[in-house]
């Protein structure tokens, strides 16, 4: 080895004496990551996952609680809808049978013909009120402002004292089962009356 080569280790192995004395005599260290410190952190993680899951599931749950308890309530309410609407065509067939008979022979009826009569009546409002407890009414739409939603305009009556738009006669009687409409009314509609005011609720 040359004497500059060994000049020059000399001078490197200096600097590199003087590196460890100006750190405290100990070589440099990279520093580490606390073990400690990050499983905290990932059990935190996992922590908030889970909470979070067990928050969807307690939401879904009271939803489906909710959801479930209406489907019930529902079925209850309607789950006689077929059945009234058939009934309804016995209640307009006894109905029918009370008005072919005229005014003044029902007034004048006695024996057993005036028997027949109230017997017939009694049948018919035991009827409807047997339909009332199973939440089925009938819609008297007779002087109100037709209704699209419960009433079926079968033809139109020419009328200037009321206004237009008001239900003038009833041809069939309407009924509703809970919210819903189980027939609708059919009515006739009075026309070239002046316009029916606005309701608060149509104006809005």
Known sequence: MSQDDQRQTTVEAGASAAQETASGGKPAETPSVDPVAEALALLTAERDELKDRMLRTLAEMENLRRRTEREIADARAYAVTNFARDVLNVADNIHRALDSVPADAKAAADGAFKGLIDGIELTERDLVKTLERHGVKPVEPHGQKFDP???????????????????????????????RVLRPALVGVAKGGPKAAASPADAA
């Open 149 to 179: 939603n419960r009433h079926q305009a079968m033809f139109e009556v020419p009328n200037p004292d009321v206004p237009a738009g008001t239900v003038v006669q009833v041809v069939q009687t309407g009924y509703v089962i809970g919210e």
